[in-house]
């Protein structure tokens, strides 16, 4: 009978966080952590076991929404020819398994009739199949900021934390994954654009001062006519430019007093704090509101638990 070797990863959480932004190689240990074979499935190395690609699930956490399937076509004719180079990253989930990294070969598998694909199985609890899908697609140049954003914002509404505990167990810059989070207070339509790569995560960047309304109208301009990420921030200038309104103009908005520099910088730096859209609104010079806006319960008791815990 074969002996089987079962190893637990990340059974010190520490340790697992202090290799996170380093890759998955780092995360799940080199090449001689054995992964976990479940009964009844043939060790065929010391790395991978071959799992039914019907037992196989998709990752709850992947933070790919848009799958190219031209992309996914030409894996395929690979698959096809050559099959699975790469192991599947893998977890045991109920009577079958989970898909932690890999999703593109499991699709291209799929798609050419296989039976049955290499895996490498190993136990991680949800917190750490988040991260590491997020670690896994984090840096490809396919994955758009969108997805990055919505990825970084899941992640703090289901595990909890800062945007600061975030960026340093992914070693990135904490003003980096602040200013990514802001693009979800776009609109949809213009998330959307990003996302299906019709403007760039530059074009929304440079859109984030105006209006929603003023956000829709620029986006589609920046589609039309192809404008530059420096065009589209010229545009952006010229209409926060003052537009000369009169007493009565003024009077219509109750003469509400403009945020100076000082309070914006305030508000950006609540945002980046709770990892939410933040305004502040003044009604006169010395009164006025903070509005902290929420998605999702799980939200909701995030940015709850922030201020509880800051009072």
């Known amino acids: 009978m074969e002996e089987q070797q079962t190893v637990s990863i990340g059974s010190e959480k520490p340790n697992i966080k202090s290799r996170l932004g380093r890759g998955l190689n780092a995360l799940l240990g080199s090449s001689s952590d054995a992964g976990v074979p479940a009964a009844g499935i043939k060790l065929h190395s010391p ?70 694909v290499p895996c490498r199985v190993v136990q991680l609890d949800d917190r750490q199949v988040c991260e590491a899908a997020i670690e896994e697609n984090l840096k490809r140049e396919d994955l758009n900021v969108i997805e990055k954003a919505v990825a970084f914002k899941d992640y703090l509404a289901n595990f909890g934390g800062t945007i600061e505990d975030l960026a340093r167990q992914l070693s990135m810059n904490r003003s980096t994954i602040s200013n990514m989070l802001r693009l979800l207070e776009l609109p949809e339509a213009v998330q959307t654009a990003v996302r299906q790569d019709r403007i760039s995560g530059g074009h929304a960047r440079a859109l984030l001062p105006l209006s929603v309304d003023q956000q829709a109208e620029l986006a589609a301009q920046i589609e039309k006519q192809q404008l530059s990420v420096r065009k589209t921030e010229e ?74 815990k800051s009072a």
């Open 235 to 308: 545009a952006v200038r010229e209409l926060l430019k003052p537009s000369g309104e009169g007493s009565a103009a003024k009077a219509a908005k109750n003469e509400k007093p403009d945020l100076t520099p000082h309070v914006l910088g305030l508000q950006d730096n609540l945002r980046e704090q709770y990892a939410a859209k933040v305004e502040i609104k003044l009604k006169k010079a010395n009164a006025g509101q903070f509005v902290i806006h929420f998605s999702s319960n799980d939200d909701f008791e995030r940015i709850l638990g922030q201020l509880r």
């Open 47 to 116: 790395e991978q076991d071959e799992i039914s690609v019907e037992l196989i699930e998709r990752n709850p956490f992947q933070p790919r929404r848009e799958f190219d399937q031209r992309a996914i076509d030409e894996l395929a004719e690979s698959v096809r020819k050559h099959g699975v180079l790469q192991p599947l990253l893998v977890r045991p989930k109920g009577d079958g398994y989970e898909l932690i990294a890999g999703e593109r070969r499991w699709r291209a598998s799929r798609q050419v009739g296989l039976e049955t």
